[in-house]
């Protein structure tokens, strides 16, 4: 099982970014795809996750209203479409699979992990 995130960047406070997660080597069917970011020295925290079958998506209060999951089954591909960034969403952004079918927020839980990509929000 691979997943390879990707769009990160540096961008401007107000600004919006999309990042993408391909996942390949296997169907994730009822798996639930998760993302999460880490800043410098701080742990890594959920943002958003949700079943890759369908059905409600669960976000991190700080990114509510602001951060939408989607996914593109045809394309085995979830998307995190960040608006109104800010300059505390700087951080490495990671995108997880976790084979049990409920959205979980502990990181140790998921058992895939893409390899990261950096987001800049300038102030």
């Known amino acids: 099982v691979q997943l390879q995130a990707s769009g990160g960047g540096l961008v401007q406070a107000g600004g919006s970014l999309r990042l993408s997660c391909a996942a390949s080597?296997?169907?994730?069917?009822?798996?639930?795809m998760g993302w999460f970011r880490q800043a410098p020295g701080k742990e890594r925290e959920f943002m958003a996750g949700?079943?890759?079958?369908?059905?409600?998506?669960y976000y991190a209060d700080s990114v509510k209203g602001r951060f939408t999951m989607s996914r593109d089954n045809a394309k085995n591909t979830v998307y995190l479409q960040m608006n109104s960034l800010k300059p505390e969403d700087t951080a490495v952004y990671y995108c997880?699979?976790?084979?049990?079918?409920?959205?979980?927020?502990?990181?140790?839980?998921?058992?895939?992990w893409g390899q990261g990509t950096q987001v800049t929000v300038s102030s």
């Open positions: 997880a699979a976790d084979r049990r079918s409920w959205v979980t927020a502990t990181p140790n839980e998921y058992d895939y």
């Open positions: 080597g296997r169907t994730f069917g009822s798996y639930v």
């Open positions: 949700g079943s890759w079958s369908g059905g409600s998506t």
